[in-house]
């Protein structure tokens, strides 16, 4: 089945340490997306990458830093200078748009990360 | 991106058909109307877009205005799945990755 895929579900790390979230698509998707949900709040973007080796700072990227080595992997590193990590972490990615008129970005199921 | 407006939360008894009102008062000739909706703690679900005309899809309906300031999603017939929070989101409809500008959307209730 084609999708997208992150792990775990649920995190838990102490203060001050950085933790590595998970993004992986099978679905040949250029771009990719990291957003952060806080509760009641909508999304908000943090980095994103249109291609592989690519990538650049959505509203929120402070504390957070990201690689693409692989079309179909984007992790998320979430680091001890990110003052307020504990959230609800959302990847997406979306095809390339070029010749096509719109780009629907596709979800994966979130990670919730808490930092006691 | 322009900036949308909808309400909070809104009710809707199972089987009656959800409108679910954004308005969107800004926005450019370039930009397209996106709707999503979350289910508690998922991944936000692409619903339906449109630019000026009304569209169709097996989930939902899209009614925009003439003067393309306020569109409403139509959920035709409800059901307690269709319980989530749906997000109105107007950006321009480019060839390239763009983000999506989330607000706080709508807390759809369907109720029996």
């Known amino acids: 089945d084609g999708g997208i895929t992150q792990s775990p579900k649920y995190l838990f790390r102490k203060e001050g340490q950085n933790v590595t979230l998970s993004c992986e698509q099978n679905?040949?998707?250029?771009?990719m997306y990291w957003y952060r949900q806080d509760p009641g709040q909508g999304l908000r973007l943090i980095y994103y990458?249109?291609?592989?080796?690519?990538?650049q700072k959505g509203d929120i990227a402070e504390g957070y830093s990201v690689s693409r080595e692989k079309k179909e992997s984007f992790p998320l590193t979430v680091t001890s200078a990110q003052k307020n990590p504990t959230a609800f972490y959302l990847c997406?990615?979306?095809?390339?748009?070029?010749?096509?008129?719109?780009?629907?970005?596709?979800f994966g199921p979130g990670t919730r990360l808490t930092v006691l | 991106d322009a900036k949308t407006t909808q309400p909070t939360s809104m009710d809707c008894a199972e089987g009656r058909a959800a409108n679910l009102p954004c308005n969107h008062s800004?926005?450019?000739?370039?930009?397209?109307v996106y709707w999503y909706r979350q289910i508690h703690s998922q991944g936000p679900q692409y619903i339906i877009h449109?630019?000026?005309n009304n569209e169709t899809n097996e989930m939902a309906s899209l009614i925009i205005t003439e003067d393309r300031k306020s569109s409403t999603l139509i959920l035709p017939h409800a059901t307690l799945r269709d319980t989530a929070v749906y997000y109105c989101?107007?950006?321009?409809?480019?060839?390239?990755?763009?983000?999506?500008?989330f607000g706080t959307g709508t807390r759809l209730q369907v109720t029996l």
């Open positions: 679905l040949n998707h250029d771009a």
């Open positions: 997406a990615s979306s095809p390339r748009t070029s010749g096509s008129p719109w780009n629907e970005q596709f």
């Open positions: 989101i107007v950006r321009p409809h480019t060839g390239t990755a763009s983000k999506l500008t």
């Open positions: 449109g630019l000026k």
């Open positions: 800004t926005i450019s000739g370039n930009e397209y």
């Open positions: 990458s249109q291609i592989v080796n690519d990538f």
